[in-house]
């Protein structure tokens, strides 16, 4: 975003508040004004009520509002005025001269205190069967509590929004998941129709889920570009980024699990407890990760009976957001290592603990204990694959082996079913009123014979501009290098909702590939009529149409195109000029696509460091559109995973301070801690609902890496009896405590 320059452009920069809750009792901006380049400062009464406040209908919500600049801010960093300057550095220079005078209020920072402030944002509650009495009657009961530190989706290029104002429109250009939510917010946020705010996501560097948000910075900056007739460039920096954008996961699982003798489950009983942080993140709300865990605990088990309360408690900390796999990640993670103490406890293996209870390929579709319809999978095969791919029983041998040898060896599996492809009803259903939950996608061949396809959801490092171009060309027969995918920009593409969900793929079938299948026929009609042919008999193929065993009779598809925007001699019959399609979907989903994880690791004893020397998936999305792009999403989730396993951690002291500001404190996974080769296998069980059969698969390796290393960790360090129950399995608690020669008294 930084690469954008415009004429007489500003340069923003935000005062931070140094308190976790605060009232700013006076702001001083006369020293900032003063510095040279710096053209204006602004507070929060310059701002009004500007604020972002979701909706979340179906009841148990309470709602908040996310002031642009806040006076009253409730976590460290939240910003309280704004700098506009000539450059970059003039702004950072105003805003250390910007004087703020707080009044410092306590802080609620745990959820332990948040209990006690009854500070609840969401509460919801859910029961299937008589739980009570399949507890009363079980063989095997278990109660355990999992909790889940704070992370960050770290995306390499960190937040940035540049706004221009024209007199009449609003242009915005924004590394943004999801550009027509951003507008809808920013349109009712600066009290503008929607046709005059227009926002375009340019090449994203990274999302996983943080940037399907609107902040309050887009609305200041969008805000001061109007009230100032110029352009206002803001870019977040890193510590920016770990301070203030939104982050994951915080979470607290209380669970108990009933199985009978033979190991199998009978019920669960889960409260499921996360850290929103100060306020709901616009346009999801804080309840994902509480609502997700809560909901696809079961996972892809039998069990016959459940009920959860899901409940998000305010905290003094940054707001909850997406991040790759939210809520699945807890969710799998619980589950799986419930199952691990449960073979444990009844004598049985891992792996047969799960062959026990995978819902079997015949039971599909299948209705979860929490109400979601299972479209499609096959677990048994998949984890029959899985163990046959990571030689599961030679895995188990070496284990013995290094273990007598005195190693601390682990192996550690994990299944998981995950929710992709969802659709207005999904978002309605839980909502969540903001989130439109259709897509769109128009599909143009120019006059010239290129075409050009723009759609309402960008990439931002999927792939789709591959695939997509992939998907047209291979349709309507022209040379790649012919298919330009342009970036979302809601002036010229139709309405949807965004990159978000594991929806992409699902989208181009319903949307690229429907409006492909429109042109097709009306392509060979043209080509038809001007070859004097049957419109059956047209073959198109490497940019040209000809008639099917006549390669010589053949015209292009510049010629056709020509011919459908500036007709020869008329157009056949009930042909409209021109050459376009566009198509919107609501996708019919969820489509439920899964994998199963094996993770070998070995724990250095003395330094608590895990190593991964092996690591298997077998993934089913259904029918793999592009396989390379499918495998290199395994591979960055997975790494992604072992992060949030191992590593990844946002630590906020008693005060509400973060003290995890930079990249040297807070660790992401890097090449030496990924193993050395991914081993992927592919099952595909077609979804009956989407388009080709397709399912989403983006978050999978985020949310099966956690839950089958945690499993292969405890696996290794069970000699030394340590419980595995709070990611991350940082290597400070693993380590063999340092040996201290006794002191004499
Ligand atoms: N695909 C395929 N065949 C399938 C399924 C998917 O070829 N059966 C391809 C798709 O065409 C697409 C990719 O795999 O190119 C991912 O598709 P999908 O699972 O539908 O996910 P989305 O396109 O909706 O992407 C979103 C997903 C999410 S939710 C996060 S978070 C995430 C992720 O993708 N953020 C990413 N992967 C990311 N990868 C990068 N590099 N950067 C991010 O920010």
């Known amino acids: 975003m930084d690469d954008i320059v415009l004429p007489r452009m500003l340069h923003a920069a935000f ?63 939240e910003a309280v005025a704004m700098v506009a300057a000539t450059s970059a550095y003039a702004a950072a220079d105003g805003v250390e001269r910007v004087d703020v005078d707080y009044d410092v209020r306590p802080a609620c920072v745990t959820l332990e205190q948040a209990w006690r402030d009854d500070a609840v944002l969401f509460r919801r509650s859910h029961r299937r069967g008589d739980v009570e009495a399949a507890f009363a009657g079980a063989a095997v009961v278990l109660s355990e509590a999992f909790t889940h530190g704070r992370l960050t989706a770290s995306p390499l290029e960190p937040r940035g929004t540049v706004a221009a104002w024209d007199g ?46 609107v902040f309050p910075e887009d609305v200041a900056v969008a805000t001061l570009a109007r009230r100032l007739g110029r352009p206002v460039k803001w870019i977040e920096t890193r510590r920016e980024n770990l301070m203030a954008a939104s982050q994951a996961r915080e979470q607290r699982v209380e669970v108990d699990l009933a199985a009978n003798a033979g190991g199998r489950v009978q019920a669960l009983r889960a409260r499921v407890v996360s850290d929103a942080g100060a306020y709901h993140i616009y346009p999801i709300t804080g309840i994902l ?20 309360e899901a409940i998000a408690l305010a905290t003094h900390k940054p707001p909850l957001g997406a991040y790759r796999g939210v809520g699945m990640t807890m969710g799998a993670f619980v589950m799986e290592r419930l199952l691990d103490l449960l073979a444990a406890r009844v004598g049985l293996d891992p792996a047969e603990i799960r062959r026990r209870n995978l819902i079997p390929r015949e039971a599909y579709p299948h209705v979860s204990p929490s109400g979601m319809r299972y479209d499609s999978g096959d677990f048994p095969k998949a984890l029959e694959q899985a163990l046959a791919a990571a030689d599961y ?50 599909v ?103 008639v099917r065993g006549f390669p010589q009779r053949a015209v292009t598809l ?24 566009t198509v919107s979907f609501d996708p019919p989903g969820p489509t439920f696509s899964g994998a199963v994880h094996v993770a070998l690791v070995e724990v250095d004893p003395d330094t608590g460091r895990v190593t991964i020397p092996r690591y298997v998936v077998v993934e089913d999305c259904g029918p793999v559109v592009n396989p390379t792009i499918v495998e290199g999403q395994i591979h960055g989730a997975v790494v992604q ?44 069980t077609p979804s009956p609902l989407m388009p080709g059969g397709i399912k989403g698969m983006g978050e999978g390796g985020t949310i099966g890496a956690p839950a089958a290393i945690a499993n292969a960790v405890a696996d290794a360090v069970a000699p030394l009896g340590v419980a595995i129950t709070a990611l991350p399995i940082v290597a400070e608690r693993l380590a063999r405590p340092p040996h201290h020669p006794q002191r004499k008294a």
């Open 15 to 77: 005062v931070r508040s140094p308190h976790a809750h605060a009232l700013v009792r006076h702001l001083d901006t006369a020293r900032g004004r003063e510095l040279d380049g710096v053209v204006a400062v602004l507070g929060p009464d310059d701002l009004g009520a500007a604020a972002l406040s979701p909706r979340l209908s179906g009841g148990g919500f309470t709602s908040t509002a996310w002031p642009a600049l806040a006076r009253e801010p409730r976590f460290c960093g």
């Open 168 to 213: 009449e429109t609003l242009t915005v250009w924004a590394s943004s998941q999801t550009p027509r939510i951003m507008r809808t917010a920013l349109a009712t946020a600066l009290r503008l129709d929607e046709s005059r705010v227009r926002v375009i996501a340019p090449d994203v560097g990274g999302g996983f889920g943080l940037k399907m948000h």
């Open 289 to 308: 990760e509480a609502l997700g865990t809560a909901n696809i605990l079961p996972g892809p088990y039998l069990t016959p009976t459940y009920a959860f």
């Open 393 to 442: 029983d030679g895995l188990r041998r070496g284990q013995a082996a290094a273990r007598a040898r005195g190693r601390l060896v682990g192996i550690g599996l994990a299944c998981y079913t995950e929710y992709t492809g969802m659709g207005s009803e999904v978002f309605r259903g839980r909502g969540m009123d903001d989130v439109p939950g259709i897509e769109a996608a128009s």
């Open 444 to 546: 143009r061949v120019d006059p010239d014979g290129s075409v050009r396809c723009a759609t309402s959801f960008p990439s931002q490092g999927q792939g789709h501009a591959t695939t997509i171009a992939q998907v047209i060309a291979d349709r309507l027969g022209v040379p790649l290098d012919r298919v330009r995918v342009e970036p979302t920009d809601t002036r010229s593409a139709p309405l949807g909702s965004g990159t978000f969900g594991s929806r992409g793929a699902v989208s181009i079938g319903g949307t690229v590939v429907t409006a492909t299948e429109r042109l097709r026929p009306k392509i060979q009609t043209l080509a038809a009529h001007l070859l004097e042919a049957s419109a059956a008999d047209v073959v198109l193929e490497d940019g040209h149409a000809h």
């Open 558 to 581: 510049a010629d056709i195109a020509r011919a459908a925007y500036a007709p020869p001699s008329g157009l056949p019959p009930d042909i409209e000029p021109g050459l376009e399609a």
């Open 641 to 684: 995973g072992i992060g949030e396993a191992l590593l990844e951690r946002i630590v906020h002291d008693a005060a509400g301070q973060p003290v995890t500001g930079t990249l040297m404190d807070y660790a992401l996974p890097t090449a030496g801690d990924a193993p050395p080769s991914f081993e992927i296998g592919h099952l595909e």
